[in-house]
């Protein structure tokens, strides 16, 4: 069984070289665990023009040591386990986000953390973000394959190695609808961490869709990605950086989320066919300029045409053609020819 080039996401194909790219505008923990906030995050990211609004369904309890001390080297205060039991987000809310989300036009995703989330959102979710630090959990990862659902896996903190590894794990449980993300562990990351060659690089290597999770601070990062072939990208957004809370510091505002958005879009449209070939409106203005055979002394009628009595420039149409200047030397005209007026190919016997 191989991996498919192109997925299908409910009734959103990605992966062709022609499907839009699929953007998600990740809420993580800067709901704060606060109902209407969550709402309007997902208010937010409609008006983003976002495709998907994307939740973290964890627990302080299966993810972290209640004795681990605090991560002072990234700088933490308080204990991981005490962190994420502060905006561990309401499993309760998960129903009605995912339709509020849904009568807002927006698919609804939330990153699984445990075996427990993986089964209550595989009834809301019609894929699962994976999380990077889980690309190495294999019962984990092989458990949320055998749902058989598309699977977006972040890959932050691992190499090639890694990656092929959860690919494997996956394939065997016999689920083939996988694009992998490049990213990067770091919040924010440096613009010299973000290594887009690298999801260049898994396309080729491993033959699926691939894509972006972004963790920059940056709006035109993610549309560079769109321009190298990222077929999903994804982004921390807030609606303030300045509320409380781990992740808001790094995350996009609404006027930066949008402008990310428009950038992803304007960078779709300049993208074009592939072919190269004219543009519609440029062969309209090419009749206007385009170069043809000038006299530059006077040719009476009968006279044959020499070298050092024409030139070309910028006639429109018309004129002979500059590729066939050589072929009328020596040939005769049908009338006298002015001074810097164009010779055109009826005036030639």
């Known amino acids: 069984m191989a991996f498919k080039k192109r997925i299908k996401i409910k009734n959103r194909w990605i992966g062709g070289e022609n499907d ?18 969550a709402k309007k995050m997902i208010d937010t990211a409609k008006e983003a023009g976002a495709d998907a609004v994307k939740f973290q369904t964890y627990s302080a309890e299966a993810l972290y040591q209640k004795q681990k001390k605090p991560l002072k080297e990234i700088g933490d205060k308080e204990k991981p386990f005490d962190i994420i039991k502060k905006i561990e987000l309401p499993r309760k809310w998960q129903k009605t986000l995912s339709e509020y989300a849904a009568k807002k036009g927006l698919f609804f995703l939330s990153t699984p953390f445990d075996k427990q989330a993986v089964d209550e959102l595989n009834e809301f979710v019609p894929a699962f973000k994976w999380a990077s630090p889980e690309l190495i959990d294999k019962p984990l990862l092989e458990y949320a394959a055998k749902k058989r659902k598309p699977m977006i896996i972040s890959t932050g903190f691992y190499g090639a190695k890694e990656v092929k590894n959860a690919l494997k794990w996956i ?8 694009v992998l993300l490049q990213c990067t562990g770091l919040y924010p990351t440096e613009l010299e961490e973000v290594n887009l060659k690298a999801m260049v690089e898994m396309k080729k290597l491993f033959n699926l869709p691939v894509g972006f999770s972004d963790h920059t601070q940056s709006a035109v990062v993610s549309a560079a990605a769109a321009a190298m072939g990222a077929k999903i990208i994804e ?3 807030t609606l303030n950086k300045k509320m409380k809370g781990p992740d808001h510091a790094f995350a996009s505002e609404p006027e930066e989320l949008k402008k990310m958005v428009k950038n992803i879009r304007d960078v779709e449209k300049s993208l074009g066919i592939g072919i190269k070939k004219p543009a519609e409106r440029e062969i309209e203005k090419e009749k206007l300029i385009r170069r043809g055979v000038v006299a530059i002394r006077k040719i009476s ?9 024409i030139t070309t420039k910028r006639t429109g149409k018309g004129a002979v053609l500059p590729t066939d200047m050589y072929k009328i030397i020596g040939k005769k005209t049908k009338r006298d020819i002015k ?6 190919p009826e005036d030639i016997l």
């Open 20 to 37: 839009p790219c699929f953007i998600i505008a990740e809420v993580g923990s800067n709901h704060n665990r606060n109902f209407k906030l």
């Open 171 to 178: 394939k065997k449980n016999k689920n083939s609808q996988v």
């Open 235 to 237: 982004k921390h957004f």
């Open 301 to 309: 009628k009968g006279d044959k045409i020499s070298l050092i009595g």
């Open 339 to 344: 001074v810097d007026q164009k010779i055109a």
